[in-house]
């Protein structure tokens, strides 16, 4: 009797272990519901390897992807920057994508086909995506290598503008050079988030020239170590509102600038993409009074894993918070309202404090409450 105790609890053990695994797994997989008409695929359009000057192969960078949910990356190698040539030598800068490609069979997993264009101010950085072939972009003259990638189908955007490296300042500007690509068709998108930084700046440039807002991790190193994933962190993704989880469904929201960034919890991006994210993410699932008080209880469930900090602008104050409260990620919180006297409906507005849809500008957000 005692052994077979033991072996059950053994078995219990294991299989708690397991659960919990798998809780965990489930957590770090990034989560956004879908929106009114598109998909809300989670994508990252800028990671290196060791085939230029990243510290892994590109088969850890789709198990990573894997790990965190992600539809779609694509591996950005530097095209002129090889610091690694002289251990792994280097004559295809396809070759990145073709291994990504090869790790990915089994997977869901998306790999785009992509290149980093690496010069020196103007125009910086710059990253070709949904291109054909690399070695064609192993041009002398810059502008040149945008309009092979054009002509090869690709999209191209401005990686970090506010890089202090090539702007000592951090304040993306605009230079005539670029003034020149967008005018030309061939630059579409500029990154307002890159690795551990954001740039107010760069969403300025991204409204006043209608590029599309893109958010990505530009890793070297690991995901795990890089945005702290074991603490609770998530690498920057870009959320892509798009019409079907295919490459020409990504390439056509991203050419129409459906999107949105994700950073640190903070999801930045066009108004008319930004709200959606939030309207999907956040629902009433009850509304009722307390007892024989005017107190209102509103229950609201966040689908998403953004933890959203909303500023209260109605005219009534809460029962157990201030005016800003958290409604945290992937869980429900309900909020006990003083509605003065017992309504029927009440609308709850609020300003999202952690998205911006332009510099200083936090979107507002009204939910419309049904007493049941
Ligand atoms: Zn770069
Ligand atoms: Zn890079």
Known sequence: MR????????????????????RADNDRRIQFPDVDGYLTLKVDLHIHSVFSDGAVWPD?????????????????????????????????????????????????????????????MPPGHNNAIFIDDANKLLQDDAVEVFREARRQGGFSYWNHPNWTSQKPDGLA???????????????????????????????????DHDLTILG?????????????????????????????????????????????????NLLVGKEENLMPVIEASLTVTEAAYIGDTDVLAVTIENSSDAAYMLDNQSAFTFHRNADVVTIAAQTSTTLEVKTGERRESVELAFEVLNAVTAPDVHPEFVLDVAVE
């Open 3 to 22: 052994k077979l105790l033991c072996t059950a609890a053994l078995i219990l053990l294991a299989l708690s272990y397991i659960s919990a695994q798998r």
């Open 173 to 207: 500007e605009m230079t005539e050079m670029h003034r020149q690509l967008i005018q030309d068709g061939l630059l579409q998108g500029i990154e307002v988030v890159n690795e551990v930084t954001y740039s107010d700046e760069a969403l300025q440039i991204a409204l």
């Open 60 to 120: 850890i960078r789709v198990q990573e992807a894997v790990r965190d949910g992600l539809d779609a990356i694509s591996l950005t190698e530097h095209l002129e920057y090889q610091p690694h040539e002289d251990d792994i030598p280097h004559p295809d800068r396809n070759r990145s994508y073709e291994l990504a490609l090869a790790a990915a069979e089994d997977e869901e997993l998306i790999i785009i086909r992509g290149s980093e264009i690496t010069r020196d």
């Open 216 to 264: 990505t991790s530009d890793v070297h190193g690991l995901i795990d170590w890089q945005f702290r994933v074991p603490e609770g962190g998530h690498r920057p993704v870009t959320l892509v509102l798009a019409e079907e989880r295919s490459l020409a469904g990504i390439q056509e929201a991203l050419d129409a600038g459906r999107t949105v960034a994700w950073f640190n």
